[in-house]
């Protein structure tokens, strides 16, 4: 197996006895790599040297582990351009969102190196003057990253960065279709030096991340990718009360474009929503929930820039859309493309199938598919406007009414991860914020686009909001409260007797 990239565990490239399995760039079906597919025993011994390696790393101040991910910062900014050319060339994301993908991961790296510096935790009144009461933090321990391939450098920060700096080890399995990806950013661990067992890669397929998230060892699993999966470990870590899983799920995520909505503003929202990285972000929308007195204006506007986006080769800058992830995913899109169909839909925009001339020179292998663009009755219950399809799929449901009604549509699906809303009215656009069930939600913008500052997250089928930014904090550590006595005598709070009473009194 000389031949495949190596898993890295408790600070050393290692050969595993598995198979191997290659990384496609999903735009030309050129092979990109070679990788050791884990067996039981990779997981099992990555965990012991995350085990291993807790004790001293949580021993070290929050400041000097913080050094090694400023290190870490300055890699990823010095091969900005290297590794934003390996996202595109592996997951295929036009390569302005290649090069976004490593700047939003550096962006995390800062906010939890910067972070260490800042005051932690807080100072707490007591009923009673002797007592000091403190709420303090502790690390959790052995902590499983399972990433997706679509920001195959930005979401494994998302849960490392945090993690790492609060004094926990991780063990990470990368997405196995971006398996390049992580085997690079294990190389910029191993090349600043974090110290052996605090950072290992396992790389492998779901079967991995199972045993992973099995392991009784592993104390916090953070988790981004399918409702199917995330909801699988949500329930595996439920039998143990003291294991915890923070996972980020998708969307049937939608705009709701108002009648006093600028629509300028509406169509390019709406093109960036739903087409940027081929409709593949967890927050990408799938519905346009357009009121009735703009409708037609939008639907010939959004349709127009549909039937014309540039789909095509992700390395060059004149792309919009690069191709789907693999052949697997274009089946699935299809499919739903076809369901809607069934589903008696009216179809607008039908670029399912390119034509051989719309696809690159080189480029006959790519998974390519274009936008779809519908419109249905949003008050009929079809699973296409409900399910999430992960790619350039997208209805135009049509509204009359007020923001009420608008609401009732936005929030009739089980998940809830982003939306925006498009209005120049400030009430309606205050109506939304305040009645939108989703974790991240926007006025006059895309609903793509978070910032690492922010809170990143779902509700309802969406997530339990946990794992980015600094709510991973929260996920990875356990709080203690903490109070110390600075008298000679026991005093208690709520007027609780100290006396000690006996027999002889
Ligand atoms: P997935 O959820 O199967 O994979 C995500 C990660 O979980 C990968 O590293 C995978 O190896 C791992 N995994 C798979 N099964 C596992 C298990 N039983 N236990 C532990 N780890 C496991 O997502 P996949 O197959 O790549 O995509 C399927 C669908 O999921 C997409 O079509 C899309 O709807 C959704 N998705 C959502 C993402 C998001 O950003 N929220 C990202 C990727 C996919
Ligand atoms: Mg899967």
Redesign the pocket.
Same mark, same amino acid.
């Given at each position: 197996m000389s031949d495949a990239y190596q898993h890295y565990i408790d600070g050393e490239w290692r050969d595993s006895d598995g198979d191997s399995f290659t990384s496609e760039n999903p735009a030309t079906g050129e092979t990109l790599g070679r990788f050791q597919r884990a067996t039981d025993e990779e997981p099992d011994r990555a965990v012991s040297a995350a085990e291993t390696a807790f004790e001293e790393w949580r021993s070290l101040s929050r400041i000097d582990r913080a050094e090694y991910l400023w290190d870490i910062y300055h890699e990823l900014r010095d091969r900005h351009e290297e590794l934003g050319r390996a996202v595109t060339r592996e997951c295929g994301k036009e390569i302005s969102e290649g090069k976004a993908d490593v700047t939003e991961a550096w962006h995390m790296v800062e906010w939890a190196a910067g972070d260490a510096r800042h005051p932690k935790g807080d100072v707490v009144p007591s009923e009673i003057p002797a007592k000091d009461a403190y709420m303090r933090r502790k690390p959790r321990g052995v902590t499983a990253c !399972?990433? =997706?391939?679509?920001?195959p450098v930005a !979401?494994p920060f998302w849960h490392m960065a945090v993690t790492l700096v609060e004094g926990n080890t991780v063990v990470w *399995? =990368? /997405?196995?279709?971006t398996p390049l990806c992580g085997q690079i950013i294990a190389e910029m661990f191993d090349d600043v030096g974090v110290p052996d067992g605090v950072f290992n890669l396992v790389q492998?397929?779901?079967?991995?991340? /199972?045993a $992973?998230?099995d392991d009784d060892r592993v104390r916090t699993v953070l988790?981004? %990718?399918? /409702?199917?999966? %995330?909801h699988?470990?949500a329930e595996a870590v439920a039998g143990d009360p003291s294991k915890r899983a923070a996972c980020? $799920?998708?969307?049937k995520n939608a705009i709701v474009v108002t009648e006093e909505a600028d629509l300028d503003i509406a169509v390019h929202a709406a093109v960036m929503s739903s087409f940027k990285t081929t409709g593949?972000?967890?927050v990408s929308s799938e519905r346009l929930v357009v009121h009735t007195d703009v409708y037609d204006e939008f639907k010939q506007r959004f349709v127009e820039v549909a039937e014309e986006i540039a789909v095509g080769d992700p390395l060059e800058t004149e792309t919009f859309m690069g191709p789907l !992830?693999e052949a697997d995913?274009v089946d *699935?899109v299809s499919s739903y493309n076809d369901l809607a169909r069934t589903e008696g839909v009216n179809v607008l925009v039908d670029r399912t199938d390119l034509p051989d001339a719309e696809v690159p020179d080189g480029h006959e292998e790519g998974h390519w598919v274009g936008p779809f663009v519908y419109e249905a009755d949003p008050a009929e219950p079809l699973r296409c406007t409900h399910e999430?399809?992960?790619g350039p799929h997208v209805a135009l449901l049509e509204y009359d009414g007020d923001i009420e009604r608008a609401i009732e549509i936005h929030n009739d699906t089980d998940y809830g991860l982003a939306g925006a809303v498009i209005s120049e009215d400030y009430r309606q656009i205050n109506h939304y914020r305040d009645h939108a069930e989703v974790g991240l939600a926007y006025g006059n913008l895309p609903c793509i686009g978070a910032e690492v500052q922010l809170p990143f997250g779902g509700v309802k089928k969406s997530g339990n909001g946990y794992p980015s930014a600094r709510e991973v904090i929260e996920a990875v550590t356990d709080r203690t409260a903490w109070t110390l006595n600075n008298d000679e005598d026991i005093e208690m709070a709520q007027g609780l007797s100290a006396d000690i009473k006996t027999r002889k009194d």
């Amino acid at each position: 197996m000389s031949d495949a990239y190596q898993h890295y565990i408790d600070g050393e490239w290692r050969d595993s006895d598995g198979d191997s399995f290659t990384s496609e760039n999903p735009a030309t079906g050129e092979t990109l790599g070679r990788f050791q597919r884990a067996t039981d025993e990779e997981p099992d011994r990555a965990v012991s040297a995350a085990e291993t390696a807790f004790e001293e790393w949580r021993s070290l101040s929050r400041i000097d582990r913080a050094e090694y991910l400023w290190d870490i910062y300055h890699e990823l900014r010095d091969r900005h351009e290297e590794l934003g050319r390996a996202v595109t060339r592996e997951c295929g994301k036009e390569i302005s969102e290649g090069k976004a993908d490593v700047t939003e991961a550096w962006h995390m790296v800062e906010w939890a190196a910067g972070d260490a510096r800042h005051p932690k935790g807080d100072v707490v009144p007591s009923e009673i003057p002797a007592k000091d009461a403190y709420m303090r933090r502790k690390p959790r321990g052995v902590t499983a990253c !399972i990433t =997706p391939w679509n920001f195959p450098v930005a !979401i494994p920060f998302w849960h490392m960065a945090v993690t790492l700096v609060e004094g926990n080890t991780v063990v990470w *399995k =990368p /997405a196995e279709q971006t398996p390049l990806c992580g085997q690079i950013i294990a190389e910029m661990f191993d090349d600043v030096g974090v110290p052996d067992g605090v950072f290992n890669l396992v790389q492998g397929f779901g079967d991995t991340g /199972a045993a $992973m998230v099995d392991d009784d060892r592993v104390r916090t699993v953070l988790f981004t %990718g399918s /409702a199917e999966v %995330g909801h699988q470990i949500a329930e595996a870590v439920a039998g143990d009360p003291s294991k915890r899983a923070a996972c980020e $799920m998708g969307g049937k995520n939608a705009i709701v474009v108002t009648e006093e909505a600028d629509l300028d503003i509406a169509v390019h929202a709406a093109v960036m929503s739903s087409f940027k990285t081929t409709g593949q972000r967890c927050v990408s929308s799938e519905r346009l929930v357009v009121h009735t007195d703009v409708y037609d204006e939008f639907k010939q506007r959004f349709v127009e820039v549909a039937e014309e986006i540039a789909v095509g080769d992700p390395l060059e800058t004149e792309t919009f859309m690069g191709p789907l !992830i693999e052949a697997d995913h274009v089946d *699935k899109v299809s499919s739903y493309n076809d369901l809607a169909r069934t589903e008696g839909v009216n179809v607008l925009v039908d670029r399912t199938d390119l034509p051989d001339a719309e696809v690159p020179d080189g480029h006959e292998e790519g998974h390519w598919v274009g936008p779809f663009v519908y419109e249905a009755d949003p008050a009929e219950p079809l699973r296409c406007t409900h399910e999430e399809v992960f790619g350039p799929h997208v209805a135009l449901l049509e509204y009359d009414g007020d923001i009420e009604r608008a609401i009732e549509i936005h929030n009739d699906t089980d998940y809830g991860l982003a939306g925006a809303v498009i209005s120049e009215d400030y009430r309606q656009i205050n109506h939304y914020r305040d009645h939108a069930e989703v974790g991240l939600a926007y006025g006059n913008l895309p609903c793509i686009g978070a910032e690492v500052q922010l809170p990143f997250g779902g509700v309802k089928k969406s997530g339990n909001g946990y794992p980015s930014a600094r709510e991973v904090i929260e996920a990875v550590t356990d709080r203690t409260a903490w109070t110390l006595n600075n008298d000679e005598d026991i005093e208690m709070a709520q007027g609780l007797s100290a006396d000690i009473k006996t027999r002889k009194d």
